[in-house]
């Protein structure tokens, strides 16, 4: 898995990372511009790194909105995780 070699300090699994969550940053800052959110919950696989995922993601967002000032809201792990679909499948 692409963490698990990013955790290992490996080259391109930084690289690979890193241009994820630029673009990611990129996405939600557009999120924060059309509906302002107050949370952000982050789900899917990439929840399960949420080490990585969070660590600067709120100041890489930051960094693409028109106001500098301007407060983005929680970025949170969603608490399901990847669990989601599966636990609301069982739950029909």
Do not use: C, W
Not at 20 to 40: E, R, T, W
Not at 53 to 61: E, F, I, Q, R, S
Request: overall charge negative; aromatic content about 8%; cysteine-free.
């Amino acid at each position: 898995m692409v963490f698990d070699a990013y955790r290992e300090d490996d080259s391109v699994a930084i690289e690979v990372v890193d241009r994820f969550k630029k673009y990611l940053a990129m996405g939600l800052a557009n999120i924060v511009n059309f509906i302002d959110p107050q949370v952000i919950s982050i789900g899917g696989g990439v929840s399960n790194a949420s080490d990585i995922m969070l660590n600067g993601l709120t100041d890489k967002v930051k960094k693409h909105l028109p106001f500098k000032d301007g407060n983005i809201g929680d970025i949170v792990i969603a608490e399901f995780k990847n669990d989601a679909g599966i636990l609301g499948a069982s739950a029909l």
